[in-house]
C-alpha cells in the first residue's frame, strides 16, 4: 500500500531564506506527483505537477524535483516571504494515472518578517 | 470565476441523521472527487467519478454515497451520519488523467 510522508511536520524559517520541503513515498511506481499549497480555513491550491518520465518543474519562485527511484520528492523555495506560510502538502498518482491522489500529512511553514 | 463550488460550508448534524454535500464545478471539466480531511490523517478519497455516469470508490467509501448528477454536479450522501465522519469535506474536479486537481473550500461538518 502506497504510503507518503512528508518530514518535518512544521518548519519556521526567517524571510528571504531558501529552503527545502521533503516528500517521500513507499511505491515507486506512480504516473505523477503533485505539490499543493493550503491556507488555513480554505482549500488546495495546485502548485506543480510533475510527470512520472520528469525530473523537475519550475513556477516562479518554486521547483519541484523527482527521484521516482528513490521515492522522493522536494519542493525547493527561492527567498521565501511572509506571504508564502500555509501548509505545503505532497500527493502520489499510483493508480493508472484515475487521479486517485494519496496524501502526505503536510508540512506547516511559518516565513517570519 | 467560481471555480469548484460547495454547499453548505458548515453543518453540524444528530447521530443518525442524513444529508447531501453538493458540489459543482464551472470549469467542463471530466472528473470530481470527494475527500476527507481528519487532523493526523490528511486527505483521503472517498469517491470520484473519472467521467459523467461512472463512480468509483476511493480509499474510505464506507457510510457514503455519491452521485455524478450530470458533468458539472457531483454530490455526497450521508445516509446515517456517525460521529466518526465529523471532517472537512473537499470536492474537487480535473480535466482527468494527469491533470492538476481544482479543490473547493470546504464543507466543515461536525456530528454530535
Known amino acids: 500500500k502506497q504510503e507518503v510522508t512528508q518530514i518535518p511536520a512544521a518548519l519556521s524559517v526567517p524571510e528571504g531564506e531558501n529552503l527545502v520541503l521533503n516528500c517521500s513515498f513507499t511505491d515507486s511506481a506512480i504516473y505523477n506527483l503533485q505539490w499543493f499549497r493550503q491556507d488555513p480555513g480554505k482549500g488546495l491550491t495546485s502548485l506543480l505537477l510533475i510527470q512520472s518520465s520528469q525530473r523537475e518543474q519550475t513556477s516562479g519562485r518554486l521547483n519541484a524535483s523527482l527521484d521516482k527511484s528513490s521515492g522522493r520528492s522536494t519542493l525547493y523555495i527561492a527567498a521565501s516571504q511572509p506571504g508564502d506560510s500555509a501548509t505545503y502538502l505532497c500527493a502520489v498518482d499510483g493508480s493508472s494515472n484515475t487521479g486517485k491522489l494519496i496524501f502526505g500529512q503536510g508540512t506547516t511553514l511559518q516565513v517570519k518578517p | 470565476n467560481a471555480g469548484v463550488t460547495q454547499t453548505p460550508k458548515f453543518q453540524v448534524l444528530k447521530t443518525g441523521q442524513s444529508m447531501t454535500l453538493q458540489c459543482a464545478q464551472d470549469m467542463n471539466h471530466n472528473s470530481m472527487y470527494w475527500y476527507r480531511q481528519d487532523p493526523g490523517m490528511g486527505l483521503r478519497l472517498i469517491y470520484y467519478?473519472?467521467?459523467?455516469?461512472?463512480?468509483d470508490k476511493g480509499e474510505v467509501p464506507n457510510g457514503y454515497n455519491v452521485s455524478r448528477l450530470n458533468k458539472r454536479e457531483f454530490s455526497l450522501r450521508l445516509e446515517s451520519a456517525a460521529p466518526s465522519q465529523t471532517s472537512v469535506y473537499f470536492c474537487a474536479s480535473s480535466k482527468g488523467g494527469p491533470q492538476p486537481q481544482h479543490f473547493g473550500d470546504g464543507t466543515r461538518l461536525s456530528i454530535l
Open positions: 467519478s473519472a467521467s459523467e455516469g461512472t463512480t
